[in-house]
């Protein structure tokens, strides 16, 4: 990829992350983004802690994969490892924390499914790393970060599920007007996000690219 693909990539993942966060950056429940259950009164502050430790993951995510980072940085490709395995780890706990009060199933499960999967392949890659299994521990946290980016590409498909949505419904709003629409289209982007991610990063390892070796 060259050069210029890849800072469009960066400014646009890392813009993308600044929107979602900014909401609650003022720490005011009353811009909350997710509906917060009442009956857990830390649900809030929960939330917010797991959204701040996924951007940082997000952000040290960044670091790993260049070739010439690593080579040249060693000792801070290993320091911004161990803060993005950490992020992972303790959002993703959060994550399943929030799991518990989340008011659609569907929408439960997607969070679910997505912390399990992201704490899983984030410890394969680091365990890897433990035992000094250099390629396959690239491989596991390539997969690891595909993860961490379900919260930008569940976003950046809404626009899509928006013309797929009216399409298969004649261009028509349902009765509940734009407000159902896009409450529907929540309770699926994340599946998606997710299955996109892991499709193209399994489809990118599989070509066995050289600079992964």
């Known amino acids: 990829m060259s050069k210029k693909w890849s800072m469009f990539f960066i400014i646009l993942i890392v813009g993308v992350a600044i929107a979602a966060v900014f909401p609650y950056v003022t720490l005011d429940p009353a811009r909350s983004r997710a509906t917060l259950n009442p009956s857990f009164s830390l649900h809030y502050t929960v939330l917010v802690v797991h959204i701040g430790f996924a951007l940082v993951a997000l952000i040290s995510g960044l670091f790993q994969f260049p070739v010439q980072f690593r080579t040249r940085y060693p000792s801070w490709h290993r320091a911004l490892g161990r803060v993005y395995v950490a992020s992972v780890m303790l959002s993703g706990l959060l994550g399943l924390v929030i799991t518990l009060y989340i008011d659609s199933f569907v929408k439960a499960m997607a969070f679910l499914t997505l912390s399990i999967v992201w704490l899983f392949t984030t410890w394969k890659g680091f365990r890897f790393a433990v035992k000094r299994k250099f390629p396959e521990h690239r491989l596991w946290m390539i997969r690891s970060y595909a993860v961490t980016l379900v919260a930008t590409s569940g976003r950046l498909?809404?626009?899509?599920?928006?013309?797929?949505?009216?399409a298969m419904h004649g261009f028509h709003l349902p009765e509940g007007g734009r407000e159902q629409m896009i409450a529907d289209i929540l309770e699926v982007n994340i599946w998606l996000g997710l299955l996109i991610n892991l499709f193209?990063?399994?489809?990118?390892?599989l070509r066995g690219r050289k600079h992964l070796e």
């Open 157 to 166: 498909i809404v626009p899509f599920c928006i013309l797929i949505y009216l």
């Open 200 to 205: 193209l990063v399994e489809w990118f390892l």
